[in-house]
């Protein structure tokens, strides 16, 4: 027993532990009474095997897609048809997955869930001194760790104290051990706590956000073409600061979400008193109600997107609208706008190139899931300090009504119609105790919370009847007090400085041959493995490779989004796969991966031909 409590202080102090500040003797035995009463290991297996009846769990799995050309669909529609024949069905009991812990104390349910599931990658999240105390009493951590590591996964223990340094932890816990942590996560909690239940309650919530935004390769490709020839005519820089003289004058960034119908007459009357903003597809409402916008914001790559949407972007009433748009969108796009600013996108492939060139600032961050993300990066980055929220809803009261009711998203020949918008998120409402989202409007307003919280200048009112944003202020729109401001002068500088263009050119073709060898070095570790755990091993080594080492941030670009969809593919199958048939799904599985990859390396090799983009 001695020789335990050593080995698991040993442990706890490996995972950062202060093991000196641990409590002993009667204060500990004491804690353990109060906490427990008696017979405590029965207390935590009789906990374990309640959890086990209604367990919170959730499995992530990507939907085939025969209409897509992306390399990694192909794999995904391949496999997702072959685990199917092998019993794979998305709700099963998990043969393996993720277990984190929130509290740990006397430990006992831990060995006795990993004899029930075989999950290979265990979290320990303990805060608590007493607790970690009674767990060096009552349970060996360097066999569960050993056991962890003989089902090819991992182990940790840590100790946050916040949901912040939970979800930090994730993300790095992703990096070192890779994306398949993702694909199985089963959540249970010891015992309650501020933290603890606010990681519970969110548990959707930040499942989603570590499986969101990873791009993919034909993304990068199509984004670097356009780079190409939008550097070629428009001056692509930080344009930090330019208006900042005009900080304190309102500017409205239109959402297009159901809330905007309430605000939408009022608006009207109020447009001479600020700047408006429009954000994709609110333009078309605000064309229906004869409101021209002053900025018209845009990030889409898709050509697709431009022509669904050609005759709003080219009403003749824009002919002075400025448009707000990044490095990344269709060409012709810009060209139909006289009046053009376009900032570099953060984490881009061709705005990194460009900047190798020539130093042009800081790119575009936040600007990512949604266009209304988009628009306060961009406003902020260019000095409007006094921004309103409207039609900026994130959610929803009811699924039904997603958008406002003049948007092309109620229009039935329009191809985003189709769009379905599910009620399993629910979060604290900006005007209503709460309201219902899509994991991407969720992560649209995290990623707004994230750039209010680093922007202490920006003063916003949020006047959209939807979500709540941490760091925006609920005010309704007719409560919100408007004076005159020229426009004309103040817009006129603007429609100046966006005829101003810098322009560069951006040769590729070096770049790629990184990214091909990499590639082609995990191709020879997969073809040589019989086990899909040891080819996640290698797929999870080459993306922390990607995302850690400054050296391949192009082949970061590049790879890293198609590789994460790869690995969790693989684990979400594996995960609820027979024993038995493992064997017959690894066998099809190499074969695919490595066509999978071949097929990537061929792709990218025809970019490093001579005038080959």
């Not at 390769?217 to 001056?235: F, P, R």
């Not at 755990?533 to 490779?545: F, H, N, P, Q, S």
Request: aromatic residues 8%; proline residues 4%.
């Amino acid at each position: 027993m001695k020789d335990q409590l050593i080995s698991n202080l040993d442990v706890l102090a490996a995972h950062g532990v202060c093991v000196s500040a641990l409590p002993k003797g009667d204060a500990l035995t004491h804690f353990a009474e109060a906490f427990y009463g008696a017979n405590i290991e029965k207390q935590c297996i009789a906990q374990a095997k309640l959890f086990l009846k209604q367990p919170s769990h959730l499995s992530l799995h990507y939907k085939s897609n025969h209409q897509s050309n992306y390399i990694h669909q192909y794999f995904i529609n391949d496999m997702n048809q072959h685990a199917q024949r092998l019993g794979w069905r998305k709700n099963s009991k998990p043969q393996r997955g993720t277990l984190i812990m929130l509290g740990v104390g006397a430990g006992y349910q831990l060995p006795w869930l990993l004899k029930q599931i075989r999950y290979t990658d265990v979290i320990l999240v303990e805060p608590e001194p007493r607790h970690l105390a009674l767990l060096c009493q009552h349970i060996d951590l360097a066999q569960n760790s050993t056991l962890c590591d003989k089902r090819g996964g991992s182990f940790s223990l840590v100790t946050c104290e916040s949901f912040d340094a939970f979800y930090a932890m994730l993300q790095n816990r992703l990096v070192e051990v890779g994306p398949h942590l993702v694909a199985d996560i089963s959540l249970y909690r010891h015992y309650s706590s501020p933290v603890f239940d606010d990681i519970f309650e969110r548990f959707r919530q930040w499942r989603n956000s570590l499986a969101s935004m990873w791009g993919f390769l034909e993304d990068e490709l199509i984004g670097l073409a356009h780079t190409q020839q939008n550097s070629a005519s428009y001056d692509i820089s930080s344009h930090q600061n330019r208006f900042a003289n005009y900080a304190d004058v309102p500017v409205a960034v239109i959402g297009s979400g159901p809330s905007l119908d309430k605000d939408i007459a009022l608006l009207k009357r109020q447009r001479d008193k600020v700047l408006l903003v429009s954000c994709g597809t609110a333009l078309s409402v605000l064309l229906s109600h004869d409101i021209v916008p002053d900025f018209q914001v845009e990030m889409e790559r898709s050509p697709q997107v431009f022509y669904l949407k050609e005759e709003q972007l080219t009403d003749p009433r824009l002919h002075s609208t400025v448009l707000l748009t990044l490095n990344t969108v269709y060409p012709k796009l810009l060209n139909t706008y006289r009046h053009c600013i376009v900032f570099p996108k953060a984490h881009d492939l061709g705005a990194t190139l460009l900047s190798e060139h020539r130093e042009r600032g800081p790119a575009l961050a936040h600007c990512n899931p949604t266009v209304t993300n988009m628009a306060v990066a961009a406003l902020a980055r260019l000095g409007f300090n006094n921004l309103l929220l409207l039609g900026c809803d994130y959610g929803y009261l009811d699924p039904k009504r997603h958008h406002s009711q003049d948007s092309t998203y109620y229009d039935p020949s329009c191809a985003i119609a189709d769009g379905n918008y599910g009620s399993e998120i629910r979060v604290k409402g900006n005007f209503t105790k709460h309201v219902f989202t899509s994991r991407i409007f969720n992560e649209s307003r995290l990623v707004q919370e994230r750039l209010l919280s680093s922007k202490t200048a920006l003063r916003v009112l949020n006047c959209s009847d939807g979500a709540f944003v941490k760091g925006s202020v609920p005010t309704q729109f007719s409560d919100v007090t408007l004076c005159e401001v020229d426009k004309n002068q103040l817009m006129n500088e603007v429609r100046r400085y966006a005829k101003t263009q810098d322009v560069d050119t951006l040769e590729t073709g070096h770049y790629v041959t990184q990214a091909i060898v990499q590639l082609e070095t995990l191709r020879l570790r997969v073809a040589n493995r019989t086990h899909p755990e040891a080819i996640l091993v290698d797929m999870a080594r080459m993306i922390r490779t990607l995302e850690t080492d400054p050296d391949f941030v192009f082949s970061r670009y590049l790879l890293a989004g198609s590789m994460k969809y790869l690995t969790t593919s693989i684990a979400s199958h594996i995960n609820h796969i027979a024993v038995a048939s493992k064997a017959d799904y690894t066998a099809v599985m190499k074969e695919k991966l490595l066509h999978t990859l071949g097929h990537t390396i061929d792709r990218l090799q025809t970019l490093t031909q001579p005038n080959n983009h």
